[in-house]
């Protein structure tokens, strides 16, 4: 239970259901990135150390937005938005993140996902195997 000596703002049911939502924003944001990252194995041929191209972004989430540089926040924000994983659901939990972030965040979900898609299938029409 939140105790309020150490946490004194109590969050509302939106929210609470905004972060609920945010949260799963966030994994697909996770997931399409990671499906774009193993797109690359169309062109480099294994998938042996794939990971560790997307592993060292996926290890920046654990910092706040807040403490890095502008050209840092405008890139884990805009570019790969990293930043939808864990500080804006937070920021939305404690209720300090306007309503057009959280739009921006569904929608740029939604192109990532749409990408990754569209990647995969161009990829799949031109792959030919490496066996025939």
Do not use: C
């Not at 609470?16 to 797109?39: K, V």
Request: no cysteine.
């Amino acid at each position: 239970m939140l105790n309020s000596i150490y946490y004194p703002i109590k969050p509302a049911l939106i929210n609470i259901s905004l972060y609920l939502l945010l949260i799963l924003i966030g994994l697909l944001l996770i997931y399409s990135l990671w499906f774009l990252t193993l797109n690359l194995v169309f062109f480099i041929g294994n998938i042996e150390n794939i990971y560790q191209l997307f592993h060292p972004f996926l290890r920046l989430t654990v910092i706040p937005l807040d403490v890095l540089p502008k050209f840092l926040k405008f890139f884990f924000f805009f570019v790969i938005p990293l930043a939808f994983v864990t500080t804006i659901p937070v920021k939305t939990l404690i209720g300090i993140i306007s309503w057009k972030t959280i739009i921006y965040g569904i929608f740029i979900t939604i192109f990532f996902l749409y990408l990754s898609h569209r990647i995969w299938i161009i990829n799949l029409r031109s792959y030919t195997s490496s066996s025939s």
